[in-house]
């Protein structure tokens, strides 16, 4: 299944480079080309099985956004994304004594690359508007890569010792997950017209994924006698498979109890950001020098009250 995802993906991207080339392409030849760079930085917060409540902003890290927009219309826009981003949770911030008494904790770095749609409720284009609210979706893909400290201070990247039994004999059926995951993202947010060429907006966007793991937790706690007799790495595996003897004399779960599926991870970010309008910079000015008159342009800014 996650080979036919990839393979979706892949033809999907080639098909987004195929129509950025096209747009490219006429690019060259236009005076107002519709290409925008952006950037922003926030926010990125996971919520899954390490978390009892879904905060707007808690546990939350650092998050950096590069991408490219392409006017299809003056209000649907083609956009493209790449982002580097930090999620994080620990047990011991929660309030329920059974996820404090599982003490469970876990970091990751993640990228992320998508492309989709968004739709401008406002003409900001033709001047009418220096602002508007937004809507946008998409499909891509992220890489992530869960890790924590072990009890004595060593950074263990948590799906290669297969905390939940994965890849071990007695347990066939589960696989160790794949780091590279489809997701679509679904947000929103509002632009605003700082000059005729930058817009600075600020964005929330919620991921749908497709795996549970995120945190390396979603499953089971796998029988102790078991991961001891044929986990490669049996006392490190025990030991962060389930860490509530770290802080009390609780022994180790029995055979099916929950170590989490307690709900669907999900993660999502906050930022703020300003895009540029690459016509001015590049294509528009070669296109005036070449024709040897400068072109004048209507001002966006001209009814600031007309939005209000």
Same mark, same amino acid.
């Given at each position: !299944? ?7 993906? !892949? ?29 922003? !930085? *926030? ?80 003409? !900001? ?39 939940? *039994? ?22 929103? *947010? ?80 906050? *930022? ?37």
């Amino acid at each position: !299944m996650s080979y036919i995802r990839f393979i979706f993906f !892949m033809s999907l991207i080639r098909s987004f480079f195929f129509v950025l080339l096209i747009g490219v392409s006429t690019l060259l030849k236009a005076q107002d080309a519709p290409l925008r760079f952006k950037a922003a !930085m *926030g926010l990125a917060t996971y919520y899954g099985d390490l978390k009892e409540k879904a905060k707007l902003i808690d546990q939350s890290s650092l998050a950096l956004n590069l991408g490219l927009t392409y006017d299809i219309t003056e209000q649907i826009l083609g956009t493209f994304d790449f982002s580097i981003l930090s999620l994080k949770a620990n047990d011991k911030f929660n309030t329920r004594i059974d996820y404090i008494n599982r003490n469970l904790n876990f970091k990751t770095t993640l990228w992320e690359a998508n492309f989709g749609v968004e739709y401008d409720f406002l003409n !900001m284009t033709n001047g009418d508007y220096i602002l508007t609210p937004y809507l946008h979706m998409g499909v891509g893909l992220f890489h992530f890569n869960p890790w924590t400290y072990d009890r004595n201070g060593n950074k263990v990247f948590l799906r290669q010792i297969g905390t939940e *039994g994965q890849g071990l004999p007695s347990y066939p059926e589960l696989k160790p997950y794949n780091l590279l995951q489809m997701q679509i993202p679904i947000g929103g *947010g509002i632009k605003f017209a700082i000059s005729e060429d930058v817009n600075a907006f600020f964005d929330i966007t919620f991921r749908k994924i497709f795996t549970d793991y995120i945190d390396d937790v979603g499953n089971t706690y796998p029988d102790r006698d078991i991961v001891l007799a044929e986990s490669p790495n049996p006392i490190q595996t025990i030991g962060l498979t389930y860490r509530g003897d770290e802080i009390s004399s609780a022994p180790y779960p029995g055979v099916n109890i929950k170590r989490g599926g307690y709900s669907k991870d999900i993660y999502y970010t906050l *930022g703020l950001g300003v895009s540029f309008r690459l016509n001015d910079i590049t294509f528009t000015r070669k296109a005036k020098r070449f024709n040897g008159k400068v072109s004048s342009t209507r001002s966006r800014l001209r009814s600031p009250g007309s939005v209000l």
